[in-house]
């Protein structure tokens, strides 16, 4: 019989519930029998053994917090009980573990893609419609409409906008920060096509964002002043219509599988997060890394408390630096609005088993597997070096996964126990913690990792995910949220607007 609870790490002192328990319901560990003294829900913690107050609960063989009140034997275990061991800003030291980069031994796997005439590789060939400003949202989204109704050409997926409120009355870092996703997103290669439009009287005019921008394809890029233009409907159709012809030259063509770049989000987490999809994950990165290609990681508030993991398999010295840099200028931003540093987690994260920030972490950075760490990005960066890189970004579903995009990545793989029907602007590809919510929200999930608590081994479900990418990044898949049309951005915000 499968066994209805997990010990994750020998040194545990709890283990996981993998259903509903009663109190007086009882489980058989290593010491003996443990009776339940507690109703304990499907993800949440049972102790295994008695914890002291300001004791460390231990999960994952690492502390995930201490008992705030006398923890006993079969006592369910969560916020009622346990407070985070985590206080104040911490100094680090560069302590390098030896973190070898794997090397695939068997052929190099290929996928059909697009190459750009920069050499930049595409796994879509889509029309994109980038606005300046939120003024003119619908004034894109009705170019898009139309372009999608007049201009379908063989090969070409489709004209998207991607509505925002920024670019307007912004200053300093904050106006910059919209620049640079937006200009990142202006050169992503799943992009055949770009449309950039402007009002003509924001911040982000357009002569400034050209700036942002840089170098471009002519043929590839065009731009059009709303004010300027006496019908700009018309006149942003006609150049979606050159646009389309553009991209209609473009046919896809085998590539490497290590031109490949994926980001790495978890969202929605519970109890089976760090246990079945953000372990997955690890093992797909792991993989994909070894054939050459790039993974990216962010949620930077959701590694406090595991950090020093990561910093540990930096690549140098100079990597750990940066790390250090992007952990602590995190907190001091935390600190700057006055707000307390480990507010975390979520209620949704509660709920579904998730105690402390500590807990959240370490499941939270398994997704970036046991790759060295080679480069850390700033926000709006975009990826140079393959491997593990981390951006930076906050923990927050829509900004983390368009700053995951604008770096590069063609296609996110976005862990979820909770579930959620978002999409970013490339390929969002949602992986369920839980069978259940596999089959419950077969609209929004597109991969369930749930089955590794059902007897299927990490090898076989991360070599089936592997093989699910490769067919997805050829088209010959689409995610639920490409299905459904759910493509979003947001843009983070850390500034005064006018």
């Not at 890394?289 to 020093?308: D, K, S, Y």
């Not at 998730?354 to 398994?366: A, F, H, P, R």
Request: aromatic share 8%; proline share 5%; hydrophobic share 35%.
């Amino acid at each position: 019989m499968r066994s209805q609870w997990l010990k994750v790490h020998p040194d545990d002192t709890v283990v996981v519930a993998l259903r509903d328990y009663a109190a007086g319901e009882s489980v058989q560990v290593e010491k003996g029998e443990v009776i339940l003294k507690d109703n304990v829900p499907s993800g949440h913690k049972i102790a295994i053994r008695e914890v002291a107050v300001g004791a460390d609960i231990i999960k994952y063989g690492y502390p995930i917090g201490k008992a705030s009140t006398l923890i006993q034997t079969g006592e369910w275990v969560h916020t009622h009980n346990v407070q985070t061991g985590l206080t104040g800003a911490l100094e680090y030291e560069y302590l390098p573990t030896k973190s070898e980069k794997a090397k695939e031994t068997s052929s190099l796997p290929t996928f059909q893609g697009y190459i750009r005439k920069n050499g930049e590789v595409g796994v879509r060939n889509e029309i994109w419609i980038i606005n300046t400003v939120g003024c003119i949202n619908k004034t894109a989204e009705m170019i898009a409409r139309l372009g999608n109704e007049r201009f379908q050409r063989e090969g070409v997926d489709g004209v998207y906008h991607f509505p925002h409120p920024f670019g307007c009355s912004q200053l300093g870092d904050d106006l910059h920060n919209t620049q640079k996703i937006l200009a990142s997103l202006v050169h992503h290669p799943n992009a055949a096509g770009v449309l950039v439009l402007g009002l003509g009287c924001e911040n982000n005019y357009l002569a400034s964002f050209k700036e942002a921008i840089g170098p471009y394809e002519e043929e590839r890029v065009k731009f059009l002043g709303v004010q300027e233009a006496a019908d700009e409907i018309e006149e942003g159709l006609a150049l979606i219509e050159e646009l389309s012809d553009y991209a209609a030259s473009f046919s896809r063509q085998p590539v490497p599988v290590s031109r490949l770049r994926v980001g790495l989000k978890c969202g929605g987490s519970d109890g089976f997060s760090g246990i079945t999809a953000n372990p997955l994950v690890g093992a797909f990165s792991d993989r994909l890394i070894a054939h050459g290609g790039t993974t990216v990681l962010t949620e930077v508030p959701e590694m406090f408390g595991a950090e020093t993991i990561l910093m540990q398999r930096a690549e140098n010295e100079h990597v750990f630096t940066q790390m250090v840099g992007l952990i602590n200028g995190f907190k001091d931003y935390f600190i700057k609005h006055g707000q307390p540093v480990y507010e975390n987690p979520s209620p949704g994260n509660k709920e579904g088993g998730i105690t402390t920030l500590e807990e959240k972490s370490l499941g939270c950075v398994q997704k970036g597997g046991f790759a060295p760490v080679m480069d850390i990005l700033p926000y709006g960066g975009r990826v140079t070096k393959p491997g593990l890189n981390i951006v930076q970004g906050p923990g927050n579903d829509l900004v983390s996964v368009t700053a995951l995009s604008a770096a590069g990545a063609h296609i996110v793989l976005f862990t979820t126990g909770r579930g959620t029907p978002f999409g970013g602007p490339v390929p969002t590809v949602k992986i369920s913690t839980n069978s259940q919510l596999y089959e419950k929200k077969k609209n929004w999930i597109d991969f369930n990792a749930g089955s590794l608590l059902e007897g299927n081994d990490i090898g076989t479900l991360s070599s089936d995910l592997f093989q699910y990418l490769i067919q997805l990044a050829s088209g010959e898949k689409n995610t639920q949220n490409e299905r459904f049309g759910y493509k979003e951005i947001a843009i983070f915000k850390d500034g005064v607007i006018l």
